[in-house]
């Protein structure tokens, strides 16, 4: 027999309950999640996994560097139709109605959206976001020891 108490022995029992944000914590930092564990990049899988966390916890979807529905970096897939958002005016053109295009020079570094009508890019929040997040995914693709801080 057991000289503690009955709280004190079931809380002793019984598993931690946690929810899901502390089971979430309590991944290393190298943590694949399985849904990428077969990816040949290990940086990618690992991007990907702590970006799908933290989008959890907060961070906007338009900031990762990572496409959780292409399982690549930004930046390669950025140009797919899927990454036109009409509504908040991510890849779009408002004045002409149409997609725009992406440009992504992976040697200079550069991005460039351009409208195929008007032959502009809009000079707005959603552009600027993509420019910037495609610019971060170049980054840490092509730096092993590039910290993600968005």
């Known amino acids: 027999m057991s000289t503690q108490p009955h709280s ?5 029992v019984l598993p931690l309950r946690r929810n899901r944000r502390d089971r979430l914590a309590l991944h ?11 990816l040949a990049d290990r940086r990618l899988a690992i991007t990907l996994s702590t970006e799908d966390r933290d989008e959890e916890n907060g961070l906007d979807p ?14 390669q897939c950025v140009s797919s139709p899927l990454h036109v958002i009409i509504v908040t005016g ?6 002409c109605e149409c997609a725009l295009t992406v440009a992504v020079d992976q040697l200079a570094g550069d991005v460039s ?5 008007c032959h502009r890019a809009p000079d707005n929040r959603a552009t ?6 495609v ?6 693709a ?3 020891g590039f910290q993600m801080s968005m």
């Not at 338009?62 to 930046?75: G, Y």
């Not at 959206?113 to 009508?117: A, D, F, G, K, M």
């Not at 600027?128 to 997040?133: K, S």
């Not at 610019?135 to 840490?140: F, G, K, P, Q, T």
């Open 90 to 95: 991510h890849r779009w053109c408002r004045d």
């Open 28 to 38: 290393p930092a190298d943590h694949v999640d399985a849904r990428y564990a077969d």
């Open 135 to 140: 610019r971060a995914s170049l980054a840490a």
């Open 142 to 144: 092509a730096d092993p």
């Open 62 to 75: 338009m900031e990762r560097t990572t496409c959780r529905t292409h399982r690549r970096w930004l930046h």
């Open 113 to 117: 959206l351009n409208c195929p009508r």
């Open 8 to 12: 004190q022995l079931s809380q002793a």
């Open 128 to 133: 600027r976001q993509v420019i910037r997040a």
